[in-house]
């Protein structure tokens, strides 16, 4: 029996080990100990930190794994690469996972290579930032470069309100720098892809719902993503460009995009697939499995990506605008085969926070239709059937 070992055990990680154990692979989780619901689905749970990559690899190495992945994180990017490289197993670099998970890099890598991207600046926490930031332009984003899922990130109108977002990014960085990018006034959207054996074989825009705080946290997605076929081809190049010059290869991709007169700008790119339904989008679109090609890949096993489907759906999170404990949960959508899924995170007596991130979560509902306007309506009308009531 193959083994298969993923990194993090939380809500993102729970469909991979599910489709792995289906498909007959013995799964792994890694993750710290905590209330992760992944624990009590895998074959075997490691309590080890999934960026400590030397004691990951030290137990890949003892139980001969034959594949390692991970979903919806970048924090265990770097893991998985190190363990690929150490193992020779299918999967992004050592090198290629340094600079996915380190936002300066890739910025970096973007403007050594050409690809088009928002102009930015590398600060130290022990430096005045007024000098660095005098030669850009207003509105600013602040950036955590080694966090994900929004955490770290926040924009900034004018110097005052520099300090905040500081300590907003001190506040979830192991490193001693962030960076500032000016903010692109245009059209936000992503996209997912997948390279192997250096070939970018799928991209699949997609819109995105955003919840505005601080800056914008994706809280839902749909597809397809209206565009062009100029805009389309020059999403393409653009996504190929800028892995390619990360060095990406044999990995999901998570990019984020901005549409500006027609041009496409990378934000950022991550080796690994979307969280908030992300890769629930790939399979409903496409009408595969992306979980089980995602599994396959790592396990080196060359899996194929048919593109004949094109499926319209969308997704959105189920949160809470409050601190506070669930004291009722009723779901009183009918059966409808439009709704692919609701799925709650917690049950009554948990305890859930008030919506700022993506890990404040407490479900999500994905639709599906035969246009992307009754996937909507569906999805809408299905939110509107849903009480949860926090106290």
């Given amino acids: 029996m193959k083994k298969i070992m993923i990194m993090g055990a939380g809500i993102y990680q729970v469909p991979l080990i599910r489709r792995a154990k289906e498909m007959g692979i013995y799964t792994i989780a890694v993750s710290i100990p905590g209330n992760y619901p992944g624990f009590a689905i895998a074959d075997e749970v490691c309590h080890i930190n999934t960026v400590d990559y030397e004691s990951v690899l030290k137990v890949a190495r003892e139980k001969q794994i034959d594949g390692i992945v991970t979903a919806g ?15 020779g197993l299918k999967g992004l670099s050592f090198e290629a996972a340094k600079i996915a998970s380190d936002k300066r ?8 290579n050409g690809v088009r991207t928002a102009r930015f600046r590398m600060i ?5 930032p007024a000098e660095s930031l005098s030669d850009l332009t207003y509105p600013l984003i602040f950036k955590a470069v080694d966090s994900s899922g929004s955490r770290g990130i926040t924009r900034v109108n004018g110097p005052e309100g520099i300090a905040a977002a500081i300590d907003n990014v001190r506040g979830v960085t192991r490193k001693d720098y ?8 245009g059209s936000e959207f992503g996209a997912q892809a997948f390279v192997y054996n250096g070939e970018l074989r799928f991209v699949l825009p997609h819109g995105d719902y955003v919840f505005t705080g601080d800056t914008g946290v994706p809280v839902g997605h749909f597809a397809p993503f209206a565009l062009t076929d100029e805009q389309k081809k020059d999403v393409f190049d653009q996504t190929e460009k800028a892995i390619r010059a990360m060095k990406l290869d044999n990995c999901a991709i998570n990019a984020d995009f901005i549409m500006r007169d027609g041009k496409t700008y990378v934000l950022e790119i991550g080796g690994r697939s979307g969280a908030t339904c992300l890769a629930e989008l790939v399979s409903i679109y496409y009408g595969f499995d992306y979980y089980e090609k995602i599994i396959l890949a790592a396990l080196g096993e060359d899996p194929d990506f048919p593109q004949e489907k094109a499926v319209p759906n969308a997704s959105m999170l189920l949160m809470s605008d409050r601190d506070g404990v669930i004291r009722s949960i009723a779901n009183h959508n009918p059966k409808d085969d439009r709704i692919y899924e609701v799925q709650f995170d917690y049950t009554v007596g948990d305890a859930v926070k008030k919506f700022h991130v993506g890990p404040h979560r407490i479900g999500h509902v994905i639709t ?8 909507v309506d569906v999805l809408h009308d299905a939110l509107s059937k849903i009480e949860i009531r926090v106290e």
């Fill in 73 to 87: 994180t970048d924090v265990a990017v770097i893991t998985i690469g190190r363990v690929c490289d150490a193992m």
């Fill in 105 to 112: 890099l890739m910025k970096e890598c973007y403007e050594k």
């Fill in 178 to 185: 962030y960076i500032v990018e000016e903010f692109i006034v």
């Fill in 368 to 375: 599906r239709g035969e246009t992307l306007d009754e996937a």
């Fill in 124 to 128: 130290s926490f022990d430096e005045d």
